[in-house]
């Protein structure tokens, strides 16, 4: 065996076992969820498969809590691409006034602990009103999610050269026309990670969720927090609503994985 192939399967080797050190947690979870729940407690794949532990996490409260992270979530990824994309525009195309020192406001942003901020943040939806409300998950996870996509899309609109946008504009392009019809194609498969990225931390997030939310406006993470009780963990519950919360996420992510790659892997060369 020649050392180029040696190194190839040496390589292989280790993503291999990077990828099963990776997986191994989502996929004790998923076994977890099919366990009684006094055999969850014993680590070992070995035991009686049932689908109790499903058919106590799916109930109307799941339902409802299902519902509400579909909406927010969707609304966050809307309302942050429509803000986002053309403020990245902008910044990269348009001439404005300390450009670099806006970017990095939108990207320090992203540096803040959410803890630092609860108490303000909860005494100003208390006084209006938006406590246990969609309204307030939306606003709060769109406030967070912009600055994220700002950072990922402007690397992406500033991989494409100038003399492009100089060349529509010869053609009689309006920067809307070349913003819509030249730019967003472009960058398309970027968009869609950008898009998918801030899907998953919507979808994913507890801390402001169970901070803001009781009853009515609960998401998936917070309904799985409510097997964590007084009496103990119910690690069985929590791995079968874990395992359906993942689902849709996993799902997208396998549509979406030919531009995800190609969106990640974007900004990594020029020219």
């Not at 977890?32 to 407690?41: C, I, N, Y």
């Not at 994309?85 to 959410?114: E, G, H, I, M, Q």
């Amino acid at each position: 065996m020649s050392i180029r192939k040696l190194k190839r399967l040496l390589i292989c080797i280790v993503v291999i076992v990077i990828a099963l050190i990776w997986f191994f947690p989502i996929f004790y979870m998923v076994i977890s969820s099919f366990k009684p729940e006094a055999q969850v407690v014993v680590p070992g794949i070995i035991f009686n498969p049932t689908l109790d532990n499903y058919r106590e996490v799916f109930s109307d409260t799941f339902v409802e809590c299902l519902r509400n992270s579909v909406l927010v979530t969707l609304l966050t990824v809307v309302i942050t691409t429509v803000l986002a994309v053309p403020a990245s525009y902008a910044l990269v195309f348009v001439r404005l006034k300390n450009s670099d020192s806006t970017y990095f406001w939108f990207v320090s942003t992203t540096f803040l602990p959410a803890i630092s901020v609860i108490t303000p943040v909860y005494l100003i939806f208390q006084r209006a009103q938006l406590i246990d409300t969609p309204l307030a998950l939306v606003l709060l996870y769109s406030g967070s999610g912009v600055p994220l996509m700002v950072w990922l899309v402007t690397n992406y609109f500033r991989e494409i050269p100038m003399d492009l946008v100089e060349a529509a504009e010869l053609d009689g392009c309006t920067k809307v026309q070349t913003f819509f019809h030249i730019m967003i194609p472009l960058i398309r498969n970027g968009l869609v990670s950008a898009m998918l990225l801030v899907f998953i931390t919507t979808w994913n997030e507890f801390f402001f969720a169970v901070t803001l939310t009781y009853s009515d406006s609960a998401t998936l993470p917070v309904y799985m927090s409510k097997f964590m009780t007084q009496q103990g963990y119910f690690w069985g519950k929590m791995s079968a609503a874990g395992t359906l919360i993942c689902l849709i996420p996993i799902i997208l992510g396998f549509f979406t994985q030919k531009s995800l790659v190609k969106g990640m892997t974007a900004g990594a060369s020029k020219g």
